[in-house]
């Protein structure tokens, strides 16, 4: 896993949330979704930042020009460039992140792309109906899950190992991010087939016991 594969991934999925989240999920939901994922990010450590950004610009390039536009704003919206520190909580978790990741076997930008998938995931089929219209989850979702299957063999292996290695940091829903690479078939992917990817959401929700979603009147954008 590299620098560059989790700037595919991260910018899979902040270009939804700009795109999509701002039409068709409800206000402070899209700012949650972005905020815990920026969150999420943060855990590449201060002195792999200047590496983040040049691959940020490196993944625009090869977006078309509104896409390219949002992946091109996130180091500045996250203030990527001025970060002279993090927090103590911060540093904390990344060195216990690295320390788990050097047992498992796998680099600790595996584990950071697997906190933000996780996070987006979660934190996407868990909104409430009045925050979120139906269907919304699934395609954030399958956008994912298609940038995921796209990602080179080794970096795809770590990645799904990395699940493992991060579930106990959600504690009750270690078993929800278990499933992640189950439910957006990642070993499929990394067989060599080319999965489809239908309803993640709809599916992740009815074995979590949540009723199928309905539409009703909501804050949007």
């Not at 795109?19 to 068709?24: A, I, K, N, P, R």
């Not at 979704?33 to 390039?61: K, Q």
């Not at 992640?180 to 929700?205: C, S, Y």
Request: overall charge negative; hydrophobic content about 50%.
């Amino acid at each position: 896993m590299t620098i560059l594969d989790l700037a595919r991934i991260y910018a899979s999925a902040y270009i939804f949330i700009e795109q999509v989240g701002e039409e068709l999920l409800d206000l402070d939901a899209n700012v949650r979704l972005g905020e815990f994922i920026g969150f999420a990010l943060d855990h590449v450590g201060l002195e792999h930042f200047p590496s983040l950004i040049a691959a940020l610009g490196a993944v625009a390039d090869t977006l078309e020009s509104e896409r390219a536009s949002i992946v091109r704003d996130i180091p500045e919206s996250h203030g990527l460039p001025y970060r002279l520190e993090l927090s103590t909580r911060v540093e904390a978790n990344i060195a216990s992140q690295r320390a788990v990741c050097e047992l498992a076997g796998i680099v600790p930008i595996a584990a950071v792309a697997a906190h933000v998938v996780a996070v987006f995931t979660l934190l996407l089929e868990r909104c409430g109906d009045e925050e979120i219209e139906p269907g919304v989850d699934d395609e954030g979702m399958r956008r994912l899950a298609a940038t995921l299957h796209a990602l080179p063999p080794a970096s795809l292996a770590e990645l799904v190992a990395a699940f493992d290695v991060i579930a106990s940091d959600f504690t009750s829903d270690a078993d929800a991010v278990r499933a992640i690479p189950r439910d957006f078939k990642l070993l499929e992917a990394l067989a060599g087939a080319a999965p489809v990817v239908e309803a993640p959401a709809t599916l992740r929700r009815a074995r979590a016991g949540l009723p199928p979603r309905v539409s009703v009147p909501r804050l949007i954008g």
